[in-house]
Structure formats: structure tokens, C-alpha cells
């Protein structure tokens, strides 16, 4: 099931109303190894919605779908359903902190019920053949001890390979899912000492990741490297994964050419009734070094938005840029 080198090596981080279809079509177009990941879908919403929320083209993968719940029948039946599709993974989150999320029982606060999400994993894992991950927190509230992390870790383990761990904790209450990511500290060294002890399993790290050297250094001690806001906001920082991290002879792309590899899908997509605003949105950070980048954002959130606005408005903001 693995590949010569770990599957999740290097991977873009699950985003909510960031990492949609329109913008991991974009990111691989800059790479083509990375493993990217879906905004988190909760199980229920999968079972009782109107329209399809799994909807996504070929050309993403390899893509890992990220569900919420804590109903391993649910999330057996949604996993089913995703391997179908033809994801190349599902991944629960036990991770995102927010009121809304523990309401629903997911997310973060599930790391307080480790045996409940070895069910899960178990349910999830029995019903699918392609692999199912976990993301979690080093620890939540008070349980913050690398005894309570190595407790969850050892329940859960029987049914899953792969953890990724951001490696922050999460208060549950107090704290805003955006403060979550940026207030409890980052501990890199909690999670190394993880591999260490664990040493079979493949340990992903994440949070407040930003460079190639960054991810090199990280990849001493854990097996796979998860960026989230900075793969967003400075796409073009993918352009290196295949030939830095996966170690793969192809030439670095550039955010020019990833742009350019866009007109196709956005002609095909606008032809589907889509709005040019909902694809290039995510392309706005693309060319943070470059001269005229500024020109670039300026001239796509003005025009995208316009009636009938078609593929001429990318390459007209595109005129404004000198990439190098």
C-alpha cells in the first residue's frame, strides 16, 4: 500500500472554505506528488445532503478526504462511499477545536474519548481498503501530558498507521479556532519524541511550517511534513516539493506556469456555470515575490466578481506580473 517513500511526506493541510476542488486543481498544478487534502466534510452532512459534497476531478489526486463524526456506522457508511470516488484517503479529524465541532461531537475534543475513535478508525477501516489517517493535537485543555498523547496514540494504533499531529494543543473553550492556531505554543520536539517511541508508525508534523528548509529539517525526525496557511497564501512555495522533498528529476514551476495550466480547467469549469471568482480566489497569493503582485490581486478581485467575467481577466492580471 505504501509507496517507496511514505505517502504523506508533504502534504497540504485540510483548510475550511480554503482547500476546495478550485484550489487543489490549482495547487497541482505546481506539484505532483503532494498529498492534498479536502476541507473537512462531517459525515452527516455527506448522508443527508442535498447535492453531492464529494465532487472532485481525477486530476487532484493523489487527494485525502477529511470527514468529521463520531459515529463509527456513519463514518463506515461515508467511507465507503469516498473510496468509491476515488479518493486516496480518509482522514478523521480530532483536531479542530471550534464550538460548533464539539457540539457535534468531532474534532479536537474527541481526543478526550481515544477508545471511541479506535471504533471509529476501526469501523472506517473494515468497511475500506485505501488508507484512513488520523490529525490530531498534542493535547486539549488540561490533558496535555505526553502520557495522555501516548495513551491515545497506543488505543487508536491497532487500526490506523499514519497520525498527523499539529503540534499545538487546543483549549475548547476560551480560545477561537484561529487563536488555536496561533496561541498554545508550538512543542516540534513532543512530536520527534513520538517517532522515537513510535518508531513503526509514520508521524506526520504540522503547524506554523513556512520553507523547504524548514520542511527538510522536520523530515530528520518525523516521516511526513503537513503546511497549511503558508501552501494558501504563497503557492508557488510548491513548486520545489517534487524535486526538494519527494526528490523526483522535474523542474521547478513556476507561478506563471501553474497560472497558465489553469486556463483549460477554468474555460471548462465557467462552461459549467461555475463563477470565476470561486476558482481564482485561490490563486491570489501566487506571486507573493514578484514584481507587480500587487496589481495582480488588484485586478482579479475587482473584475472576477463581474457578470460574464470569463478566462481574459486571469490573463490580463497576468500581463501585470514580471515573474521571474
Not at 81 to 98: D, H, K, Q, T
Not at 118 to 141: N, S, Y
Not at 259 to 286: C, D, T, W
Request: overall charge negative; aromatic content about 10%.
Amino acid at each position: 500500500m505504501h509507496q517507496t517513500y511514505y505517502r504523506g511526506r508533504f502534504s497540504v493541510a485540510p483548510m475550511l472554505d480554503w482547500t476546495t476542488r478550485h484550489c487543489r486543481y490549482f495547487h497541482r498544478q505546481f506539484t505532483q506528488h503532494t498529498l492534498l487534502y479536502t476541507e473537512m466534510i462531517t459525515a452527516p452532512a455527506i448522508i443527508h445532503a442535498k447535492y453531492d459534497l464529494l465532487a472532485f476531478d481525477p486530476a487532484e489526486n493523489p487527494v485525502a478526504l477529511q470527514l468529521g463524526g463520531s459515529d463509527p456506522t456513519q463514518l463506515a457508511h461515508c467511507a465507503k462511499l469516498v473510496e468509491e470516488r476515488g479518493y486516496a484517503e480518509i482522514n478523521l479529524n480530532v483536531g479542530c477545536p471550534s464550538d460548533r465541532v464539539q457540539n457535534g461531537m468531532f474534532g479536537a475534543c474527541l481526543m478526550g474519548k481515544a477508545d471511541l475513535v479506535a471504533d471509529c478508525m476501526k469501523a472506517m477501516r473494515d468497511a475500506v481498503d485505501i488508507p484512513v489517517t488520523v490529525k490530531h493535537r498534542i493535547g486539549i485543555d488540561d490533558l496535555d501530558s505526553y502520557e495522555f498523547l501516548c495513551d491515545f496514540i497506543e488505543k487508536v494504533q491497532p487500526y490506523s498507521q499514519d497520525f498527523i499531529v499539529h503540534a499545538r494543543k487546543a483549549w475548547l473553550s476560551g480560545l477561537s479556532p484561529k487563536e488555536n492556531r496561533e496561541i498554545p505554543p508550538l512543542d516540534y520536539e513532543r512530536v520527534y519524541q513520538l517517532k522515537r517511541d513510535f518508531p513503526h508508525l509514520n508521524i506526520s508534523i504540522n503547524g506554523g511550517i513556512k520553507t523547504i528548509d524548514e520542511i527538510k529539517t522536520h523530515l530528520q525526525f518525523v516521516d511526513g511534513v503537513m503546511v497549511g496557511r503558508e501552501a494558501y497564501q504563497n503557492p508557488s512555495l510548491l513548486g520545489a516539493i517534487d524535486s526538494q522533498i519527494f526528490g523526483e528529476n522535474l523542474p521547478l514551476v513556476t507561478a506563471k506556469e501553474a497560472v497558465e495550466k489553469m486556463f483549460p480547467y477554468i474555460e471548462q469549469q465557467l462552461s459549467q456555470g461555475v463563477y470565476l471568482n470561486h476558482i481564482v480566489r485561490h490563486m491570489l497569493g501566487a506571486f507573493q515575490q514578484c514584481k507587480g503582485a500587487r496589481q495582480w490581486r488588484r485586478h482579479l478581485s475587482e473584475n472576477a466578481t463581474k457578470p460574464g467575467a470569463g478566462v481574459e481577466v486571469v490573463e490580463q492580471a497576468l500581463a501585470f506580473v514580471q515573474a521571474g
